[in-house]
């Protein structure tokens, strides 16, 4: 019954998700002139928990050399997919791409509804920075965000809307409320995608 299949498709999912936050920028005013500097923020794939002790707590390459992580950043992680029974089609229901002279192609017989859950986190030392980061996203997200993936040789524009679910603003501290502080905007999402099955060959019938 069960053989090897991968399609990329919840690879793919992932890096559309994350392609969407990839070019956020932050302004901050030159110190010399007043003119504003424009700062690309970085994102990467990564549970807030294990980011959040790498920005707090500076790494030791050598026994005198200690590296921090830089501030701006966002990161993102998948963290839940669950099938969506509201969306099934039918057994029967078969999708296929022929080829219109010689009526061969392939089709896929099993495809699967997928809701799958995304945490986006973005970090910064300054209370400006994250609300320019809040504002380069929310606006987005109402009530959706569409994403058009390439997913086989059959599925190759499939729409896959991203909603926001909530976000939320908090601070952390490393030490006591004088040490250095951490702005934390995290945002959940969720995508309405799917799973598709391998892609199998098929005739078109021409004759009954």
């Known amino acids: 019954m069960f053989g090897y299949n991968y399609n990329h498709n919840l690879r793919k999912l992932v890096v559309g998700f994350g392609s969407l936050f990839s070019n956020i920028d932050i302004k901050h005013a030159d110190s010399d002139n007043g003119l504003p500097i424009q700062i690309r923020v970085p994102i990467h794939y990564a549970s807030q928990e294990k980011f959040?002790?790498?920005?707090?707590?500076?790494?030791?390459?050598?026994?005198?050399?200690?590296?921090?992580?830089?501030?701006?950043?966002?990161?993102?992680m998948m963290n839940s997919i669950s099938p969506d029974p509201s969306r099934r089609l039918g057994r029967f229901v078969n999708n296929s791409n022929l080829n219109g002279c010689q009526g061969t192609g392939s089709q896929i017989t099993t495809q699967t509804p997928v809701n799958v859950s995304f945490n986006l986190f973005a970090y910064t030392r300054h209370t400006?920075?994250?609300?320019?980061?809040?504002?380069?996203?929310?606006?987005?997200?109402?009530?959706?965000?569409?994403?058009?993936?390439?997913?086989?040789?059959?599925?190759?524009d499939i729409n896959v809307p991203i909603t926001m679910m909530s976000s939320n603003l908090s601070e952390r501290y490393d030490g006591d409320l004088n040490s250095r502080r951490l702005n934390i905007a995290s945002f959940q999402f969720l995508a309405k995608s799917w799973i598709f099955g391998e892609p199998q060959a098929a005739t078109a019938i021409s004759n009954v």
């Open 52 to 76: 959040i002790q790498r920005l707090l707590q500076p790494s030791s390459i050598t026994p005198g050399t200690r590296i921090e992580i830089q501030v701006p950043i966002i990161s993102f």
């Open 128 to 156: 400006d920075d994250m609300l320019q980061i809040v504002e380069q996203i929310m606006p987005y997200f109402i009530p959706d965000h569409i994403i058009k993936l390439d997913m086989n040789s059959v599925q190759q």
